[in-house]
């Protein structure tokens, strides 16, 4: 008799939102930097996946040559046919990546595992996952909740869709739509009380 394999559970009963808060986020960065052999390296890989929005396969065919220090600008190239871009680096990104660098001279990509190869897809998941546990968030965490929180966020801060939809290679914007549907200054100024 042949045994079928479980079926998915829904994500829902898993966990009630698909995205993480900046300050989950930022539990998270300092989790990762508190644990494991490769606390920079976990780290900086959640902040840069947070602060460009990357799917787990651009992260980890993240190279050097796409990291410009000297004019402080990410090349990111887009997978699943969507648009690439160049996004801007931040003081604290910049730093975190200059040391990354130091630390590992003799290879092409950024996130690397210990014999200087790509990380791989699970990898990172597991990264994430840990870093999620130890930063005692009440839900499972995987890296693509770095995606959503990106969009969130910009979204929050009141940036246009259209630029939300180019910043994360959207090609339809629809699939941009989303983060501004929840986004919290949505329905601000309804009541005047």
């Not at 046919?81 to 931040?90: K, L, Q, V, W």
């Not at 990104?93 to 595992?113: D, I, P």
């Not at 969009?151 to 501004?180: C, E, F, P, S, W």
């Amino acid at each position: 008799m042949r045994r079928s394999p479980p079926k998915r559970v829904p994500n829902r009963t898993v966990r009630s939102r698909e995205y993480l808060t900046p300050d989950e986020v930022e539990k998270l960065i300092r989790a990762a930097a508190r644990t494991g052999r490769h606390r920079h390296r976990d780290a900086t890989l959640i902040l840069v996946a947070y602060r460009h929005g990357l799917r787990v396969s651009e992260l980890v065919s993240l190279r050097w040559d796409q990291v410009d220090f000297s004019e402080a600008v990410l090349r990111v190239t887009r997978s699943k046919n969507g648009t690439a871009s160049n996004h801007p680096i931040g003081k604290k990104e910049a730093r975190a990546l200059r040391k990354l660098r130091r630390n590992q001279r003799l290879s092409m990509h950024v996130f690397t595992s210990e014999r200087l190869g790509p990380m791989t897809t699970a990898n990172v998941h597991k990264i994430v996952a840990r870093a999620g546990r130890f930063a005692g968030l009440p839900f499972p965490v995987h890296p693509h909740m770095l995606r959503h929180a990106c969009g969130y966020k910009l979204a929050n801060d009141g940036h246009d869709t259209r630029a939300i939809q180019h910043y994360l290679g959207h090609r339809n914007i629809m699939h941009t739509v989303r983060y501004t549907e929840l986004a919290s200054d949505r329905f601000k100024g309804f009541w005047s009380d």
